[in-house]
């Protein structure tokens, strides 16, 4: 259902959506794929995206850790399927790297720091930015999609109820606020921008899907990939950003809708069960730092 003939003028802004065979688009209704039938993916590669360094963790934690310092990693994640490469977040600007003073997306609370390139970690691979068929977003926060612009022939997929609130008027938390700016920014005018509603089979074979899982923004998103070795394996997203916070239901204050943030979390729990899925949560540095990093991979 993913594949599509590209339309040779390319200076035209595409913005298309893909059929899900659904009588509407609930966020409630789930489309998954059949684990005894799923389609596997080759390889899964960790980039290295960044890594930051907040003055407040109950920021993240509300009613915990006031005052507590704490180290998050940020993590992109490609996977290479019958000679295609998907690129799953973009992570911290490039611009930051080995900037002592680092980038925000909001300096009162946070700042990133880059040790590595993703066209360098790519290039450790014998990869070039234009042999990445997909970038699939998460969700628009500045630290996920800093490079989005480093892929103009690539196809970006996000989900349509992301695109749509980034575009919508703010709301009364400044925070929230500042972050859709950025986005706006940061996001530009992708000429392939594919968007998509709900749950999404990526390739048509089960391999890869888009898991809708709102709350963290609107249209926040999470990755079930699908390995022969491996088994399944859920890339988070900010669905949530600690084993602890996964564990305790905790929301963070920057969540847009803390009942869509729980419901999701469950959603997560419930697929974790079915799949016999293992949970690879982007910002938890003592989970990420354990996790095998490019060019290892997971098959
Ligand atoms: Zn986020």
Redesign the pocket.
């Known amino acids: 259902m993913f594949k599509r003939t590209r339309i040779a003028i390319m200076s035209i802004l595409i913005v298309s959506s893909f059929p899900t065979g659904r009588a509407s688009a609930g966020a409630a209704e789930e489309n998954l794929p059949d684990r005894t039938t799923a389609g596997f993916v080759e390889k899964l590669y960790r980039v290295d995206c960044g890594h930051s360094l907040a003055n407040d963790e109950s920021v993240w934690t509300p009613g915990e850790n006031a005052g507590k310092s704490i180290e998050f990693s940020s993590t992109c994640w490609l996977i290479e399927h019958k000679n295609q490469w998907v690129l799953w977040d973009t992570g911290v600007p490039q611009s930051t790297l080995n900037d002592p003073k680092g980038w925000s997306t909001l300096p009162r609370l946070i700042v990133y720091h880059l040790d590595k390139t993703i066209t360098g970690q790519l290039a450790d691979l014998g990869l070039k930015i234009n042999d990445i068929t997909y970038v699939v977003l998460?969700?628009?926060?500045g630290?996920?999609i800093g490079n989005v612009g480093l892929f103009p022939n690539s196809k970006i997929v996000m989900q349509r109820a992301e695109h749509k609130w980034i575009y919508s008027p703010d709301g009364a938390n400044n925070n929230v606020n500042q972050?859709k700016a950025l986005a706006r920014k940061l996001m530009g005018k992708p000429k392939d921008l594919q968007l998509v509603d709900g749950d999404t089979d990526l390739l048509g074979d089960g391999s890869i899907t888009l898991v809708s899982t709102p709350g963290?923004?609107p249209g926040?998103q999470s990755l079930l990939v699908h390995l022969k070795n491996s088994g399944f394996i859920l890339l988070s997203?900010?669905v949530v950003?600690l084993a602890d916070n996964f564990e305790k239901k905790i929301v963070?204050s920057?969540n847009t809708d803390n009942a869509a943030s729980i419901a999701s979390m469950d959603k997560v729990r419930r697929m974790m069960a079915t799949y016999h899925a293992k949970l690879f949560i982007?910002?938890d540095k003592a989970q990420t730092d354990m996790l095998k990093l490019l060019p290892a991979f997971y098959d």
Do not use: F, I, V, Y
């Open positions: 998460s969700h628009t926060h630290d996920h972050l963290h923004t926040s997203g900010d950003h963070p920057l982007n910002h």
